[in-house]
C-alpha cells in the first residue's frame, strides 16, 4: 500500500513541475488536440448509443417492448414516418439528452445486475418501469412527443370531435400534457387497476 502511494505521489509530483521539454504552446496546442480527440469520441459514443439497433442490441428491450412497438402507428404507417426509441424516449437538445443518459445509467445497472432479464421479471416490474417513463414526460411537458408532434400545426378539423375538443382546450391551455391522455400509444399499457380514469 506504502508503495502504491509512493507512486502516485511520484506521478503527482510530476504532473505538478513544469515543463522541461516541451514550451507553453506546444503543451497548449496539444491540450487542444487531445480534447477535440476526446470531444469527438464523446459524442461519436453518445450518437452511437442513441439508435434504436443499440437500444435493441439487449434481449430485455427486443424481446419486450419492442414487439410492443412494431405493432403501432409509430413504427409503420401509410406517411412512413417511423419514431425510433431514442425519438420517445432521448431529448434532441444537448443538454436534456445528457441529463436523460445519466438518468440512463440505471438502466445499465440494471442490465448489469439481470433486474428484468426475464419476461416475468419485466412484467412484474412494467407499471413501475411505466410510471417512472410517465412522470419524466409528465414534468418535461412531453418534450420528445413535441419533437414530431407541434401543437401550433395540428389542424382540428381533421381530427375527431373528442380529440380536437381536448387539443384545443386542455392540451392549448397548458393544463394537460401528451401523456395524460395518450399513455399506451406505443407500447401496451401494465395493468391499470386502481389508477384514477382508467
Same mark, same amino acid.
Request: aromatic residues 12%; contains cysteine; proline residues 2%.
Given at each position: ?5 509512493? +507512486?502516485?505521489?511520484?506521478? $503527482?509530483?510530476? @504532473? ?5 521539454? %516541451?514550451? +507553453?504552446?506546444?503543451?497548449? @496546442?496539444?491540450? %487542444? ?5 476526446? $470531444?469527438?469520441? %464523446? ?11 443499440? /437500444? ?11 414487439? #410492443?412497438?412494431? *405493432?403501432?402507428? !409509430? ?9 425510433? /426509441?431514442? *425519438? /420517445? ?6 443538454? !436534456? ?9 440505471? &438502466?445499465?445497472?440494471?442490465?448489469? %445486475? ?6 416475468? =421479471? ?5 407499471? #413501475? @418501469?411505466?410510471?417512472?417513463? $410517465? ?8 418534450? &420528445? /412527443? ?14 375527431? =370531435? ?12 397548458? &393544463? ?19 389508477? =384514477?380514469? $382508467?
Amino acid at each position: 500500500m506504502k508503495a502504491l502511494f509512493a +507512486l502516485l505521489k511520484d506521478y $503527482w509530483g510530476i @504532473l505538478c513541475r513544469p515543463s522541461v521539454y %516541451f514550451s +507553453l504552446g506546444f503543451l497548449t @496546442l496539444g491540450g %487542444f488536440i487531445a480534447g477535440i480527440i476526446f $470531444w469527438g469520441g %464523446f459524442n461519436t459514443a453518445l450518437e452511437l448509443t442513441n439508435t434504436e439497433k443499440f /437500444c435493441i442490441s439487449c434481449h430485455e428491450m427486443r424481446d419486450n417492448v419492442f414487439v #410492443e412497438l412494431q *405493432d403501432t402507428i !409509430h413504427y409503420t404507417n401509410r406517411s412512413g414516418v417511423r419514431a425510433s /426509441c431514442p *425519438d /420517445c424516449h432521448v431529448p434532441h437538445e444537448w443538454t !436534456h439528452k445528457i441529463a436523460r443518459k445519466m438518468q440512463a445509467s440505471k &438502466e445499465v445497472w440494471g442490465k448489469l %445486475f439481470g433486474t428484468i432479464d426475464t419476461r416475468d =421479471k419485466f412484467l412484474t416490474l412494467r407499471r #413501475e @418501469l411505466a410510471e417512472h417513463e $410517465w412522470a419524466r414526460l409528465k414534468a418535461n411537458d412531453s418534450r &420528445e /412527443c413535441r419533437n414530431c408532434h407541434n401543437f401550433e400545426f395540428m389542424d382540428f378539423t381533421r381530427q375527431g =370531435k373528442r380529440a380536437a375538443a381536448m387539443h384545443s382546450t386542455s392540451l392549448a391551455n397548458g &393544463e394537460a400534457t401528451c401523456i395524460d391522455c395518450h399513455k399506451g400509444i406505443a407500447h401496451k399499457l401494465p395493468d391499470m387497476s386502481g389508477v =384514477k380514469g $382508467w
